[in-house]
């Protein structure tokens, strides 16, 4: 397994502990970058299923799958994609003055685990494409991702996607500062 796939699975398998910064899809949106241009797209991509509905379905060649995004692999377009059902820290408990509530770190490892699903952006070769930044999004925005689910050499499945459409921004307390 090579080092980029070694990467993105420690990336689902992590988020180890609350308070990290994950880098490169918070702040302002970036412009698009030539081969992630189409892959915004501008209307809803049809009908979709939760991370943990698509997981227990299999394999598919075509599907569409929602869910926040949980964490970005920086200078890639690989990211998480977490289960909508799965609440992110602070989001019913306003009190719960979570400084990042993206790492999901109020739930157990095995329950993030679960509930998640690593999403790569693919060039021609194969390969995830190597970019600054996801174009328009933000950690804990929810999305619809259409594309191929695959599973690895190791079991785990990998939604291979050729478009992402965002649904909605949550809106966060005031002193939560998004990762850069």
């Not at 070694?6 to 180890?16: I, P």
Request: aromatic share 6%.
């Amino acid at each position: 397994m090579n080092s980029l796939r070694r990467l993105s699975l420690g990336v689902v398998l992590s988020f180890a502990a609350c308070g990290g910064e994950p880098k490169g899809a918070g702040g302002p949106p970036q412009p698009a970058a030539a081969p992630l241009a189409s892959f915004v797209l501008a209307t809803d991509p049809g009908e979709a299923i939760a991370v943990t509905a698509a997981k227990a379905a299999g394999v598919a060649d075509k599907v569409v799958v929602t869910g926040r995004v949980a964490s970005v692999v920086k200078g890639f377009a690989v990211f998480t994609l977490m289960d909508a059902a799965l609440e992110y820290c602070g989001q019913v408990n306003k009190e719960d003055n979570c400084k990042t509530p993206w790492d999901y770190c109020c739930d157990s490892q095995e329950k993030r685990t679960a509930h998640s699903l690593l999403v790569e952006v693919r060039d021609g070769t194969g390969q995830p494409i190597a970019t600054p930044a996801l174009p328009d999004t933000r950690l804990l925005d929810l999305v619809e991702v259409r594309g191929k689910l695959q599973k690895d050499d190791h079991g785990n499945f990998v939604l291979v996607a050729d478009g992402m459409f965002r649904v909605q921004r949550p809106d966060l307390p005031a002193d939560v500062k998004w990762p850069q």
